[in-house]
């Protein structure tokens, strides 16, 4: 499982046009593609990474912020581009698995007491963001 996580000032997601998430920051947007070996148990664990690393002013974390999250999935964070010139998503873990995962992601965040914004699963969204710092780091299980 992979999270590409950014500090954001803001962060939204629409769909056809139609806004289906956002947040205001300071807060997170997580980026989530999920390979086919990942478990429930890494879903849990990469959220509460996300949650705890301290990233934010004074080595705060967003768990001590109660800072928001907007959760989307991407599964091109699986793609091989080693050779030629068209990326391969072989690594990418089909919808049916990548779903639930991302999913519990969302979910474990929320027990965590996170506020959760998601995009939709296999949509063609649009995501909108301010990156605040910047900063951007590459979680995977």
């Keep these: 499982m992979r999270v590409l996580l950014q500090r954001v000032a803001r962060a939204s997601v629409a769909v056809d046009g139609v806004e289906v998430g956002s947040i205001d920051g300071?807060?997170?947007?997580?980026?989530?593609?999920?390979?086919?070996?990942?478990?429930?148990?890494?879903?849990?664990?990469?959220?509460?990474k996300s949650y705890d690393v301290r990233i934010f002013d004074d080595?705060?974390?967003a768990a001590e912020l109660g800072a928001p999250?907007?959760?989307v999935s991407q599964f091109t964070l699986y793609a091989d581009t080693r050779r030629g010139r068209r990326p391969t998503w072989s690594a990418a873990a089909p919808a049916e698995v990548a779903r639930p995962l991302v999913d519990q992601y969302a979910a474990a965040l929320v027990r965590r007491g996170a506020?959760?914004?998601?995009?939709?699963?296999?949509?063609?969204?649009?995501?909108?963001?301010?990156?605040?710092?910047?900063?951007?780091l590459l979680l995977e299980t």
């Design 115 to 136: 506020r959760v914004a998601t995009g939709v699963f296999g949509a063609d969204m649009a995501v909108t963001l301010v990156n605040d710092g910047p900063v951007t």
């Design 26 to 48: 300071p807060g997170l947007l997580a980026l989530v593609a999920v390979t086919h070996t990942d478990t429930d148990a890494d879903a849990r664990r990469l959220a509460d």
């Design 69 to 71: 999250v907007l959760v």
């Design 59 to 61: 080595e705060r974390s």
